[in-house]
């Protein structure tokens, strides 16, 4: 191996270790299994063509998603003024490093999708362009904003686009060609998200840190509204001593499942809203889309079922009162009684919230037109998200060693791998492939959910939580 690519090596794995100790051993499992996953699936849904493309698709994204959320933001932390005294040339070395990985993928995106259908091509295009936005975007930069309202109209207005642009799209030159053109704006953003070390990176950095901190994840008491709700919540909980709502209400706002199941039914009736709109719009392409693609919004429950699991397995980003709930005269005095009251809660209320958010899916994809197997399809996705509320079920007295978006990226291998045993499934007995995958992944969810409560039990007192680190 050449000194340069050693060097390479050695500065992708320093900056993926900003982000976490074991990003990059995470990523470099997570990968491959991901990608074979999606391979095998369409291998045997499709045909071996279509199976090569979601491979090609699933590896240059699972790498793009990591070049964004993992590596620029550890590499720009490099970028410091003390490490450019050091070492001059690593400023140069992160831009070619950087671009290494970005241009590969979008070639890898270009060829693997060259001459599909238009719809398909315009999603590669939006995916093409956000992944530059979220790079500005994950290092402070407000332009990554202003990308992202200049691609929405891609996804959000597809019916607009005129007959002659999907006719372009669907040429099999159209995606290299727009990749080629892609070079000089990719280059421009990377040169932005590395500048030259000084006041400029101080003031990017700390852009960043506000950007960070208004992220959806965290636990926030902005709005009358909420404090409201908090409170109200908290009268309840305490007027019908529930211990373990109290629990979660002491541990920060936007944990009782209250505010989940009212956050649930309000995407679907706005998901209603909106395809009754376009139905009523008189535009014949928007009803059609609606009908095709209105069972899709109904999924929309089982991401904010994700948020909600997230939220009660991150306690320690909002500590809030939890030193004074732990000393309060009727919560438990022994750690495993204290836990196992906790673990009662977080695993009722992500119960809760999964039930909601797949019956709320259901109905919106039925009532968006949706036919059966479509609704078989949102059934069998609901039960392969089912494994993320196993996440709360930890030693909340030490901090996770994954991050939320690491977290995530852990349910998603596990849906993954229940995809393949699916796909073994189907080939060895011949059986369907979601609603096996589906089955295992309930069936998954039992065994870990049990073990890890009885884990959570043993721990130390799980509040205040991440004292232990």
């Known amino acids: 191996m050449s000194a340069r690519l050693a060097l390479y090596g050695l500065l992708w794995r320093a900056a993926l270790a900003q982000t976490h100790p074991y990003a990059h051993r995470i990523v470099l499992w997570l990968t491959p299994v991901l990608s074979l996953a999606a391979a095998a699936l369409a291998w045997k849904v499709y ?12 590896l240059c994204s699972m790498v793009l998603l990591t070049w964004t959320w993992g590596f620029l933001p550890g590499a720009f932390k490099l970028n410091s003024p003390a490490n450019a005294q050091l070492t001059p040339v690593m400023r140069g070395r992160l831009l070619e490093l950087a671009m290494a990985v970005w241009l590969p993928c979008i070639a890898g995106l270009a060829l693997a999708n060259a001459g599909s259908a238009s719809d398909v091509v315009l999603r590669v295009v939006w995916w093409m362009l956000a992944s530059l936005g979220l790079a500005l975007a994950a290092t402070g930069s407000g332009a990554g904003s202003v990308v992202f309202l200049a691609i929405w109209p891609l996804m959000g207005l597809p019916s607009f686009i005129p007959g002659w642009a999907h006719a372009m799209m669907a040429h099999p030159a159209f995606l290299p060609l727009f990749a080629a053109l892609l070079v000089a704006p990719g280059l421009a953003t990377i040169r932005t998200i590395f500048p030259r070390a000084g006041d400029r990176h101080w003031r990017q950095l700390e852009k960043r840190n506000i950007w960070r901190d208004k992220d959806a994840l965290r636990n926030r008491e902005d709005g009358r509204f909420m404090r409201w709700w908090h409170a109200r919540s908290l009268r309840r909980a305490s007027g019908r001593r529930d211990l373990g709502a109290m629990l979660l209400q002491g541990s920060g706002p936007g944990l009782q499942v209250g505010g989940i199941v009212l956050g649930i039914a309000g995407v679907g009736l ?55 709930l732990r000393l309060t005269p009727a919560m438990p005095a022994t750690a495993p009684q204290f836990n196992r009251l906790l673990a009662s809660k977080v695993l009722r209320s992500s119960m809760v919230a999964w039930a909601m958010a797949a019956a709320t899916a259901l109905a919106c994809s039925a009532l968006t037109g949706a036919g059966v197997d479509e609704l078989l399809m949102v059934a069998c996705l609901s039960g392969l998200v089912l494994p993320t509320l196993i996440l709360p079920l930890r030693d909340h007295a030490r901090r996770s060693r994954l991050n939320s978006v690491l977290q995530w990226l852990l349910v998603l291998a596990i849906a993954g791998a229940c995809l393949l045993v699916g796909v073994f499934g189907r080939a060895i007995l011949g059986l369907p492939v979601f609603s096996t995958a589906a089955v295992f992944a309930v069936l998954l969810t039992v065994v870990l959910a049990a073990r890890r409560y009885r884990a ?3 721990s130390p007192f799980a509040l205040p939580a991440g004292r232990l680190d």
């Open 456 to 458: 959570m039990i043993r």
């Open 270 to 324: 706005l998901g209603l809203v909106l395809v009754g709109l376009m139905h009523l719009g008189g535009y014949r392409h928007a009803a059609e889309l609606a009908l095709k693609m209105g069972w899709m919004w109904g999924l929309l429950p089982l991401v904010l079922f994700q948020m909600h699991a997230l939220l009660l397995a991150n306690l320690t980003e909002a500590p809030a009162g939890q030193s004074l």
């Open 47 to 58: 045909g071996l063509a279509t199976a090569a493309s979601w491979g090609v698709n699933a």
